[in-house]
């Protein structure tokens, strides 16, 4: 509770010194004039001792290994769209130090965010290659962290599912973002190259297509759906938290189809405002987190397109609002 008045206070200081700067929503008071990115690559080495060894620091030029430089580049990208878009600073809007691991463990196949850092493995080549490759999964790494600096939700059943679908929600816009690609010329896919050639599928996700991104006897078919008429009631997965997902995401590509133009603007607005705007319950079901994309649609954009299009979205998927 104190955290998220907290939380509340930060969003009002925030929205009070935005200011549109050609065409783009920026922070450009003095206090975030030395707003600027703080990233360190360490390079685990095939080990699993956090953080591992340094290899490369804020401003240092890009060295020889491609997965530094890929997940650097990464880090920076999606410190950006929060500041110009959002005017946030860092993760938790006070310049928290992006720190990330690479080379974790041996034939690792995953990347996560462990509560204070990204950490992110090679893959074994078989079925996933390096996780570093598709920037969206490092803004999805990185969205955990912005999500645990925020609304916190449980990574459990509904809000679990939330968390995951807001990781990808800002996988794909900073994804979008870094390609500047609109709504509709967007893939919508998340991990799309992170698959070996073997594997039969795209990617780990689909927005757009939600159970459609593989089909493999290794990895088996996506399971995830894309409306409540296919919710999955799983033990596994802290309930179906990957799996879930997929009805979220795919309300937030509805919403961003919908609107057209550049999804990072006013429905990843309206996503945003719902995340960091205080209102949200740690345990929230997807029909709180509606009704709160509701709220938020009109607080920032009264009764008009946005709204309408947020609750077509969310009906389309078969969630109250
Ligand atoms: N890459 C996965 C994720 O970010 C790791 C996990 O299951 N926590 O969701
Ligand atoms: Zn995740």
Redesign the pocket.
């Known amino acids: 509770r104190a955290l998220r008045t907290l939380e509340r206070d930060a969003l009002q200081r925030t929205r009070r010194r935005i200011t549109t700067v050609r065409g783009f929503t920026a922070a450009v008071t003095p206090a975030d004039a030395d707003a600027r990115p703080r990233r360190t690559i360490y390079d685990c080495e095939n080990g699993t001792d956090l953080p591992g060894r340094k290899v490369r620091g804020e401003g240092d030029e890009p060295g020889r290994d491609a997965t530094v430089n890929r997940v650097y580049a990464g880090l920076g990208a999606t410190f950006e769209l929060l500041l110009k878009q959002y005017g946030r600073n860092s993760l938790d809007d006070a310049g928290l130090k992006l720190n990330a691991s690479v080379h974790y463990d041996r034939e690792y196949g995953?990347?996560?965010?462990d509560g204070s850092q990204m950490v992110f493995g090679d893959g074994d080549g078989e079925i996933f290659l390096d996780f570093s490759i598709p920037v969206d999964v490092i803004a999805?790494?990185l969205a955990?962290g912005l999500t645990q600096y925020t609304a916190n939700l449980e990574y459990f059943s509904q809000s679990g599912a939330l968390n995951?679908s807001v990781?990808d929600v800002f996988g794909a816009l900073v994804k979008q973002y870094t390609l500047g690609q609109t709504a509709e010329q967007a893939d919508w896919l998340i991990g799309e190259g992170l698959l070996a050639p073997e594997v039969t599928g795209t990617a780990l996700r689909s927005m757009k297509a939600p159970g459609t991104a593989y089909d493999d006897d290794v990895l088996g078919k996506d399971p995830q759906p894309a409306t409540m008429d296919d919710y999955v009631r799983t033990g596994r997965d802290n309930g179906g938290v990957?799996i879930n997902s997929g009805i979220p995401n795919h309300a937030f590509y509805l919403l961003a189809t919908e609107l057209g133009g550049q999804a990072w603007e006013r429905a990843g607005q309206i996503w945003y405002d719902t995340l960091t705007g205080g209102e949200l319950s740690q345990d929230a079901r997807f029909s709180e987190f509606a009704r709160l994309t509701v709220a938020a649609a009109r607080a920032r954009y009264g009764d008009g397109a946005e709204l309408q299009a947020v609750q077509k979205a969310w009906s389309t998927v078969g969630v109250p609002h």
């Open positions: 995953n990347a996560f965010w999805h790494e955990h995951e990781s990957h």
